[in-house]
T-cell receptor
Framework: DVKVTQSSRYLVKRTGEKVFLECVQD?????MFWYRQDPGLGLRLIYF???????EKGDIPEGYSVSREKKERFSLILESASTNQTSMYLC???????????????FGDGTRLSIL | QQQVKQSPQSLIVQKGGISIINCAYE??????FPWYQQFPGKGPALLIA?????SEKKEGRFTISFNKSAKQFSLHIMDSQPGDSATYFC???????????FGQGTRLTINP
């Protein structure tokens, strides 16, 4: 079974802080994703990575950066947290080269981040 | 062009009833349409998916209906049960791409 683990379930930070959200997957997947989930807006892609040290912007990358130094770990960084970044953050992974029906994205259980 | 529009935002159905959630898209390059189910405190998980070469796919009580000409697809949950209470997301994908485009989500509540 694929396991995507997000390091924190709940996190409270202050405006202006640098915030790190960590995600680890145990299935050697090439692709990893960061989404934010807000009511009425669904899941919006922030960044994704298709290989170590490779990254691509998603739909809402402003205010965020990412780091992928090892294949199993994908970090989301809020450079200077703001209150409008209060949200649920979801990490996902999937392998390359297989049909989506056989290997869909597997999600972690999310980190609920509050910026005060 | 990249959007997937989902409705309704919330839905309340009596136990045993049929739950219907609708999605519409614009980009004709989309060729894979999954539905994800998310329980409180959990990440979304793939529920059922369809490709546009078929008009319907059924897995147990869950059915996707697909209308290619209208660029619409829907999820039907037959004999809805309280355990089906969750948030449902439709999504779409372009062949060979990695990025899913998600709908806005529907919070489904099944009353006992």
């Amino acid at each position: 079974d694929v396991k995507v683990t997000q390091s924190s379930r709940y996190l409270v930070k202050r405006t202006g802080e640098k915030v790190f959200l960590e995600c680890v997957q145990d299935m050697d997947h090439e692709n990893m994703f960061w989404y934010r989930q807000d009511p009425g807006l669904g899941l919006r892609l922030i960044y994704f990575s298709y290989d170590v040290k490779m990254k691509e912007k998603g739909d809402i990358p402003e205010g965020y950066s990412v780091s992928r130094e090892k294949k199993e770990r994908f970090s989301l960084i809020l450079e200077s947290a703001s209150t409008n970044q209060t949200s649920m953050y979801l990490c996902a992974s999937r392998p390359t080269g297989r049909g989506y029906s056989n290997q869909p994205q597997h999600f972690g259980d999310g980190t609920r981040l509050s910026i005060l | 062009q990249q959007q997937v529009k989902q409705s309704p935002q919330s839905l309340i159905v009596q136990k045993g009833g049929i739950s219907i959630i609708n999605c519409a898209y614009e980009n004709t390059a989309f060729d894979y349409f999954p539905w994800y189910q998310q329980f409180p405190g959990k990440g979304p998980a793939l529920l059922i998916a369809i490709r546009p070469d078929v008009s319907e796919k059924k897995e147990g009580r869950f059915t996707i209906s697909f209308n290619k000409s209208a660029k619409q697809f829907s999820l039907h949950i037959m004999d809805s049960q309280p355990g089906d209470s969750a948030t449902y997301f439709c999504a779409a994908l372009i062949q060979g791409a990695q990025k899913l485009v998600f709908g806005q989500g529907t919070r489904l509540t099944i009353n006992p």
